[in-house]
């Protein structure tokens, strides 16, 4: 009898007609069937199908990571060096690709999240290890969030007692909807306001002379500059992303067949996250054209400098609605990261989708995290020191992360998604370096 396309989807017998672009992890073979033979033949996945269902979860996890934090350290980045660290955030694009590459890979050969991998692989230890850090990191990314907005909502004159209930309730209400692909759909809405970011920066017409002359002019041996360094390394790789996107890309049930458009999705969302929060430093970079200048403290400063390009109405307005952009989308995506990753840990089932009643443990988490992280913000400063020192702090947790993303990449995955050769080499070296120097940077602006 005819096999249905989705069995053959479900079985990784789909592959895609652009190959070349879409690389399956599965070919089409032919198997037999109980008690007589039969040739399955490949069922051909168009190039417009396969990218409307692979596409979102990169694109999200990425915009995501254009977070408050991210904002605020590359602004004080490009106030205190001027655009001396801007081939950091170039320089991590391929090391962020390979990083997302592979939670893409383990939610398509695997059908499970990143969590359940390192619960299997590395047994309780590993996972408590991997819950500290995924706690760690959506804690931390969920009060520069909040504090982000609170601060925005400050410079409109709202209190942040009325603020962050608001932001609060509409997170909740967001996630509470129980469909994974509307969450996602509002989240890539907030997210692509981040682009108000490149409007500023073609605004601020920075010089390439001046660009140039800071790049050569490098501070290796300042310890304010390593530790700026790190907070940029800790703003690109957040641990929660490898656990939203392995989860996510199983959430949505993609197939091997789509492993080609869900890795253009990625590779989109880290040129556009690094790019944007580039265009954040250039920015602050070419107002302070001398470098080493004063440190920016609040999210006020961060906007005021804005004004002499758009003038203090349009800049405020276009700034804040960047800088919300940007925190809603992470607030989403961090807290269901956290939510689906314990989830996992710990061994339940992981879906948003499912009865009320089995769902609800996801919902619940979430709330927490986020009504915990309003109720802290109430009672901190809106410093753009807390938002850099929890960028630091994700850089400290990147060796962590990194050394089971590599372990489960080269030893649990099926045999057409297991990183060998080239590939395994060249994640190893980068990932590792990038670690390395997170730490040495991070170390030294402590000490």
């Known amino acids: 009898m005819p096999v249905p396309i989705c069995d053959l989807i479900a079985q990784g017998f789909v592959t895609p007609t652009a190959e070349s672009l879409f690389m399956p992890l599965n070919e089409a073979q032919n198997t037999e069937t109980a008690g007589s033979k039969a040739v399955r033949t490949p069922v051909r996945l168009s190039f417009v199908s396969a990218v409307a269902a692979a596409w979102g979860p990169g694109l999200l996890v990425m915009l995501a990571d254009t977070d408050v934090g991210n904002v605020v350290t590359a602004a004080q980045a490009g106030s205190v060096w001027g655009y001396r660290l801007l081939p950091v955030l170039i320089g991590l694009i391929p090391v962020l690709f390979i990083a997302q590459d592979i939670a893409v890979r383990i939610g398509l050969s695997t059908r499970r999240g990143f969590g359940e991998m390192v619960r299997e692989k590395f047994g309780v230890i590993g996972g408590l290890v991997a819950?500290?850090?995924?706690?760690?990191?959506?804690?931390?990314?969920?009060?520069?969030?909040?504090?982000?907005?609170?601060?925005?909502?400050e410079l409109f004159?709202?209190?942040?007692?009325?603020?962050?209930p608001m932001a609060s309730l509409v997170?909740?209400?967001?996630?509470?909807?129980g469909e994974y692909r509307r969450v996602e759909r509002i989240a890539l809405l907030f997210g692509l306001f981040e682009l108000c970011f490149f409007a500023v920066a073609w605004s601020s017409?920075?010089?390439?002379?001046?660009?140039l002359g800071d790049i050569a002019d490098q501070k290796w041996t300042e310890p304010g500059y390593l530790y700026l360094g790190a907070g940029l390394i800790?703003?690109?790789?957040?641990?929660?992303?490898?656990?939203?996107q392995a989860s996510a890309v199983a959430e949505k049930r993609l197939t091997n067949a789509h492993y080609g458009a869900a890795r253009l999705d990625t590779l989109v969302g880290a040129i556009l996250t690094q790019l944007a929060t580039a265009a954040v430093l250039v920015t602050i970079a070419a107002l302070n054209r001398s470098g080493t200048g004063l440190p920016l403290e609040t999210i006020g400063q961060i906007s005021h400098a804005l004004t002499p390009f758009l003038g203090e109405t349009f800049g405020r307005a276009?700034?804040?609605?960047?800088?919300v952009g940007a925190a809603m989308a992470a607030a989403i995506v961090s807290s269901l990261a956290c939510a689906w990753g314990l989830g996992e840990i710990v061994g339940l089932k992981r879906s948003l989708e499912h009865p009320a009643r089995n769902r609800i443990a996801y919902v619940l988490i979430y709330a927490a995290w986020v009504i915990a992280s309003a109720?802290?913000?109430?009672?901190?400063r809106d410093l753009v020191w807390l938002s850099v020192a929890m960028q630091v702090l994700n850089a400290l947790l990147l060796p962590v992360i990194a050394v089971f993303l590599i372990v489960i990449a080269a030893k649990l995955l099926t045999d057409t998604a297991r990183l060998s050769g080239l590939y395994l080499g060249l994640a190893v070296v980068s990932l590792g370096a990038v670690a390395v120097a997170g730490m040495i940077g991070a170390l030294a602006g402590l000490f």
């Open 131 to 153: 819950a500290v850090a995924l706690i760690a990191a959506t804690l931390g990314s969920l009060i520069t969030e909040l504090t982000g907005i609170a601060g925005v909502g």
């Open 157 to 164: 004159g709202l209190s942040r007692s009325i603020v962050l």
């Open 171 to 177: 997170l909740i209400l967001v996630v509470a909807t």
């Open 205 to 211: 017409h920075p010089q390439g002379s001046q660009i």
């Open 234 to 244: 800790g703003a690109t790789f957040n641990p929660w992303m490898i656990f939203y």
């Open 318 to 323: 276009i700034f804040g609605v960047g800088v």
């Open 375 to 380: 109720v802290l913000v109430l009672f901190v």
